[in-house]
C-alpha cells in the first residue's frame, strides 16, 4: 500500500488518480500511523516552504516522513514535496526541512527575465543509472509549476537536470529516497512511466 500524504498542500488527487490508473493500491494518509504502516510514501505539494512545514508539524506526521525516509521503504517527493526533503529554502529563511537530503532550495533570480514561476513542459536530461527515471526516452519532457529549485549538497544525489534560464536540479535519488521537482502525474506516457517504476520499488522489484 502506498500512502499519499495529506497535508492540505494540494495535487493529492491528481496523484492518486494517477495511481488508481496504475492499479497500485493507495490511500490518503493524514496521520503518523497510517504513514509509518505504508509499504511506501508519496509527499506530494504545491505551495509555501515554511507553510507545508508548519502543517505537517501542526498535523503530527513531520516526524513520521523523517522515520519513513530511514526506514528503507520508498519515499517520493514531487514538486513542493521533493524541496522538503531537503535542509532548507530561500522562500522561507527560518524554516528547517525535513534533511533527509542535503541541500538548499533557491530562487530563481528574477534578474533572468524568464517569466516565473516556471510552468509548463520541459525536458530533462538524467545523469546517471537510476532505478525511478528507468525506461524513459532520451530528453523526456516533463511538466514543472514551481518558482524555486533544488540545489543539492551532494552531486551524486542528483539523478537528472534541467534548464531554465540556468540548469537545476530537476530529480534525486539516494538509496529509498526519490525526489521529482516536475509533476509526474501530470507528464503524460512518461511521468506515468516513473509512477510505474516507483509502484516496481514497493514491490522490492
Do not use: N, Q, W
Given at each position: 500500500m502506498i500512502a499519499v500524504i495529506d497535508y492540505g498542500a494540494g495535487n493529492?488527487?491528481?496523484?492518486?488518480n494517477a495511481l488508481d490508473s496504475l492499479g497500485a493500491a493507495n490511500m490518503?494518509?493524514?496521520?503518523?500511523?497510517?504513514?509509518?504502516?505504508?509499504?511506501?510514501?508519496?509527499?506530494?505539494?504545491?505551495?509555501?516552504?515554511?507553510?507545508?512545514?508548519?502543517?505537517?508539524?501542526?498535523?503530527?506526521i513531520k516526524e513520521a516522513v523523517r522515520?519513513?525516509?530511514?526506514?528503507?521503504?520508498?519515499?517520493?517527493?514531487?514538486?513542493?514535496g521533493m524541496q522538503l526533503l531537503f535542509e532548507a529554502s530561500e522562500e522561507s529563511p527560518k524554516t528547517e526541512g525535513l534533511g533527509v537530503l542535503p541541500g538548499r532550495v533557491l530562487r530563481f533570480p528574477p534578474e533572468m527575465g524568464l517569466k516565473i514561476p516556471h510552468m509548463g513542459w520541459n525536458s530533462i536530461a538524467p545523469l546517471r543509472e537510476s532505478r525511478l527515471l528507468a525506461g524513459l526516452?532520451?530528453?523526456?519532457?516533463?511538466?514543472?509549476?514551481?518558482s524555486f529549485y533544488v540545489k543539492a549538497a551532494e552531486r551524486s544525489d542528483v539523478s537528472a537536470i534541467a534548464e531554465y534560464g540556468l540548469i537545476f536540479d530537476a530529480a534525486a535519488e539516494r538509496d529509498n529516497i526519490f525526489g521529482c521537482q516536475f509533476h509526474p502525474?501530470?507528464?503524460?506516457?512518461?511521468?506515468?512511466a516513473i509512477l510505474k517504476n516507483f509502484i516496481e520499488l514497493t514491490k522490492g522489484e
Open positions: 493529492l488527487k491528481s496523484v492518486k490518503r494518509a493524514s496521520t503518523a500511523k497510517e504513514i509509518l504502516l505504508a509499504d511506501a510514501v508519496i509527499l506530494p505539494g504545491v505551495g509555501e516552504f515554511g507553510s507545508a512545514m508548519a502543517e505537517l508539524e501542526r498535523r503530527g522515520e519513513a525516509a530511514k526506514s528503507g521503504r520508498p519515499l517520493l517527493g514531487i514538486c513542493l526516452p532520451r530528453g523526456p519532457y516533463m511538466y514543472f509549476v514551481h502525474e501530470k507528464s503524460g506516457t512518461a511521468g506515468l
